[in-house]
């Protein structure tokens, strides 16, 4: 037994004895962490990621496989490299984006006759273009404008708010809370939303600088090691 004077003491000293036990050949599966809380567990976590030690948290339903969740991160995505084509013609096809997804079709169609990717103009670039949105017969171009405007709002708000203020203008703004608190299972869908900000409430603790980028790395680096981020228990009726 020891006695530690501090958590994040307690936390390096168990990661350690971790790594000296793998470095011994100690099969992974014969090495176990119990403790009292989730949130207990999110320095020791922080601290394993960083020693590069492969671990597998067990506990409850992962909020990251969540349909709404993906989809608020393929949003923050976009936002994060707006220079990214894929990632930004993933989040006009999010539900609650409100352009006409037919329109979205036509303009990355053009885009890839034009060959504009060749010639380095990004596909949100091409996108704001009065001349391209001309050229077809879109149902919305209004809408794609607004998106864009958008983007760039949000893109601003990333570099210069703190990412829980981030979070909070991003999910009102951008319609995905409305559509939430429209949805039947209202009720487990703000839970897991609130999961995801309790989350980076905890890692802002941690770095009051985080940023959207660094926060979605940090989602990676879940999903490469398996590390579920567990949904906050409901309360019992």
């Known amino acids: 037994l020891a006695i530690f004077s501090n958590?994040?003491?307690?936390?390096?000293?168990?990661?350690?004895?971790?790594?000296?036990?793998?470095?011994s050949d100690t099969n992974p599966s014969e090495i176990a962490i119990l403790y009292h809380n989730h949130k207990d567990s999110t320095d020791l976590i922080d601290i394993l990621t960083r020693m590069q030690i492969p671990f597998h948290l067990h506990a409850g339903n992962d909020v990251l496989k969540d349909l709404q969740t993906t989809k608020l991160i393929s949003l923050f995505e976009a936002i994060s490299d707006p220079?990214?084509?894929e990632q930004v013609i993933n989040s006009l096809f999010l539900d609650f984006i409100?352009?006409?997804?037919?329109?979205?079709l036509k303009l990355s169609s053009l885009y890839s006759f034009s060959k504009s990717e060749r010639r380095g103009i990004s596909f949100f670039s091409f996108m704001q273009s009065t001349e391209n949105l001309q050229k077809l017969q879109l149902?919305?171009?209004k809408a794609l404008i607004k998106f864009a405007e958008n983007l760039v709002e949000f893109r601003t708000y990333s570099q210069n708010l703190t990412l829980t203020s981030f979070f909070e203008k991003v999910i009102k703004e951008s319609g995905f809370l409305s559509q939430l608190l429209e949805s039947k299972?209202?009720?487990?869908?703000?839970?897991?939303?609130?999961?995801?900000?309790n989350e980076i409430k905890s890692l802002s603790k941690i770095n009051h600088d985080l940023k959207i980028s660094e926060f979605l790395e940090n989602l990676n680096l879940r999903r490469e090691?398996?590390?579920k981020l567990n949904e906050i228990p409901l309360p019992e009726n």
């Open 139 to 141: 149902k919305n171009p």
């Open 225 to 227: 090691n398996r590390i």
């Open 7 to 23: 958590e994040q003491t307690e936390n390096q000293a168990i990661a350690l004895q971790i790594k000296t036990l793998l470095e």
């Open 185 to 197: 299972n209202k009720i487990t869908a703000l839970n897991r939303l609130n999961t995801v900000f």
């Open 83 to 85: 220079n990214n084509n």
């Open 98 to 104: 409100p352009v006409d997804k037919s329109d979205i």
